[in-house]
């Protein structure tokens, strides 16, 4: 009788349809493979064994010739290489990159934005030191071809007035003006009639969309002059000599008639200043968080707004200071007096960085361009001068106006503006960064009256005066510049990216200390003072202590060589260097001090004279 045979012992068990292994589906960019067994996935390929008989075997003779490094011929085959290229330029689709290879980009647009002076090369410098110059050459090199290749982005182009064949730019009124632009821009261009409270100073943010300003009646007012939405209007009850924006748009500094005040957006007054009295022009330091105070008394404050901290307080010593400007370029203040000179101040220096003799009569209005490279000034001779800060301070260009400017601005492309009793005169140059022809005016504007404040506005071709009359808002085609950084400077952020960005910059603040006339002398090595500093310690120790190579002790053996016993065997030799050394400086001194006795000594026999009691 036959049994039917337990599932456990003979008979394999039945594999379930789902438990079976399915075969992985080939992708299109996967080479094929071989067919495998059914029901079995494809999976790596297996290495194959390796034949040790035919394995090469090094002896202790043999010697493997290596890659010189002098030599220039590769002993590698190129093909390969070049192969692989070819390979990587093409896509997943097969097609070959028309353009292999880096863009482009132009010498001149590259050189413009280098930074590095290739002619300046350290004399001494050791290999170490010159190779980490050659890789920070390499990086900024790398970095002006980047910023040239994205210069294609930057679609604005600036503006440009043209008057037909021999038509003067100057007799163009703004209702011409008006009339030739679109609505957009037309309506930049008004203004605001505030007799009552004038006259006017006033001030634009940094990104150019906010306007302040402020009334020697009192009125303070604040607005999105873009869209015409008031954020602000205040009366302080006391005179306002000064208006200011702090980093941003949130916050603005008056100088009323007493003290300095703080208020923010809303008109809320803040914090009110005391140690800032009688304030009559403000400035503000946007990359160092310092507001700058120029007040009757003669003093100059640095105020941190950051921590709330008075950095400096300098004396002028000069009377009353009411011509202050700031160069964006070192951020070093200029301040005019009334003997027609000019003086360049620093928080951390207390006498001024340099004066200038810029006129005969005192000094009315100041203006630094934004490059740092021209000074304009205006004085009591009515004369009309710009000057080379690079070193020289020589004037360059000079004027007589009929009536003497009371008030300078620099645009963001180069454009000087002046205001002459209730006209407003443009002069231009070639471009930006150039020197502005004073020979012949750009626009020229009459107000309703008296100038008493002027600014261009950033990244729009809009001026704004403030006069007795109220405040004007001019269309001046050509002076701002007309793209923008949106990281830096924008017109158009939110209230989280404006919160987002004074993180970033209090987080990169500059400290008041490197102010100075020159901002690339900080990455530079001062050779003149380690070369005096050098010489000053040699005098001080009586020898060279970097004259001799430092004594370096041979390791002993048989428990002898331990670091303990090389640093006392090396302390003794050194010690022995200087004994003799100072005991060698010693007989000098007592040679040169018996020289000098003898030479003092008086011959035997002579006559005593009446001259002999100015001997010493």
Not at 195 to 218: D, E, K, V, W
Not at 375 to 384: E, I, K, N, R, V
Not at 400 to 406: C, D, F, K, Y
């Amino acid at each position: 009788m036959e049994t039917v045979p337990k599932p456990g012992k003979a008979v394999p068990p039945k594999k379930d349809k789902f438990m079976a292994k399915r075969k992985k589906p080939r992708r299109y960019w996967e080479e094929e493979t071989a067919p495998t067994n059914a029901g079995a996935s494809p999976g790596p390929p297996r290495k194959k064994k390796k034949n040790l008989e035919l394995r090469r075997r090094k002896t202790k003779n043999t010697y493997v010739l290596k890659k010189s490094l002098i030599s220039k011929k590769s002993q590698f085959q190129k093909k390969p290489r070049e192969r692989k290229k070819q390979q990587n330029q093409r896509g997943l689709s097969g097609a070959q990159d028309p353009f292999p290879g880096p863009a482009p980009a132009p010498a001149d647009v590259a050189r413009k934005f280098c930074r590095i002076d290739k002619s300046k090369k350290l004399p001494h410098a050791k290999p170490k030191t010159r190779s980490k110059l050659e890789v920070a050459e390499a990086q900024e090199e790398e970095t002006s071809v980047q910023a040239a290749r994205s210069e294609l982005l930057l679609v604005e182009e600036p503006g440009f007035l043209e008057g037909e064949d021999g038509e003067d730019t100057a007799k163009i009124s703004q209702e011409d003006i008006v009339e030739a632009v679109d609505i957009a821009s037309a309506a930049k261009h008004f203004d605001l009639n505030l007799r009552q409270f004038g006259p006017y100073r006033l001030n634009y943010s940094r990104t150019g969309r906010h306007l302040a300003f402020g009334g020697r009646r009192g009125h303070v007012a604040a607005l999105d002059w873009v869209t015409k939405r008031l954020m602000c209007e205040i009366n302080v009850m006391e005179a306002v000599r000064d208006v200011r924006f702090l980093h941003s748009e949130a916050l603005m500094a008056v100088a009323q008639n007493r003290w300095l005040h703080i208020y923010d957006n809303q008109g809320i007054e803040l914090h009110c200043i005391r140690r800032c009295d009688r304030v009559t022009r403000l400035e503000f330091l946007p990359f160092h968080f310092l507001l700058v105070a120029a007040s009757e008394t003669g003093f100059l404050t640095y105020l941190d707004v950051s921590v709330g901290k008075i950095v400096a307080a300098l004396n002028a010593r000069a009377g009353r200071l009411n011509v202050m400007a700031q160069n964006p370029y070192n951020a070093v203040i200029h301040l005019g007096h009334s003997n027609g000179t000019v003086s360049l101040w620093s928080p951390s220096v207390k006498e001024p960085l340099a004066k200038i003799l810029c006129h005969r009569g005192g000094i009315q209005a100041v203006a630094v361009d934004s490059t740092g490279t021209y000074m304009a000034t205006s004085g009591l001779d009515h004369q009309l001068k710009i000057f080379d800060l690079r070193g020289t301070y020589q004037p360059m260009s000079a004027r007589t106006l009929p009536q003497g400017a009371g008030h300078l601005d620099f645009s963001q492309r180069g454009l000087l503006v002046a205001g002459m009793g209730d006209v407003v005169n443009i002069w231009a140059g070639p471009g930006k960064g150039s020197l502005p022809s004073l020979e012949q005016p750009y626009l020229t504007h009459r107000l309703s009256g008296h100038v008493h404040g002027l600014q261009f506005c950033p990244f729009e071709d809009v001026l704004g005066v403030g006069h007795s009359g109220g405040v004007t808002s001019m269309l001046v085609p050509g002076a701002a510049e007309p793209n923008f950084d949106g990281l830096e400077n924008n017109p158009y952020r939110s209230r989280k990216q404006r919160q987002e960005w004074e993180v970033k910059a209090l987080l990169e603040k500059v400290p008041a200390e490197l102010i100075c006339l020159n901002p690339r002398a900080l990455a530079e090595v001062d050779v003149i003072s380690l070369e005096q500093e050098k010489k000053e310690r040699i005098e001080r120790l009586g020898y060279d202590p970097d004259a001799k190579t430092p004594f370096q002790p041979k390791p002993k053996r048989k428990g002898r060589g331990s670091t303990a016993s090389l640093v006392k065997r090396k302390r003794k030799v050194m010690d022995e260097e200087h004994r003799d050394k100072v005991r060698q400086s010693l007989e000098q001194q007592q040679q040169q001090q018996q020289q000098k006795q003898k030479q003092k000594a008086k011959p035997t026999g002579a006559r005593p004279s009446a001259l002999d009691r100015f001997v010493r």
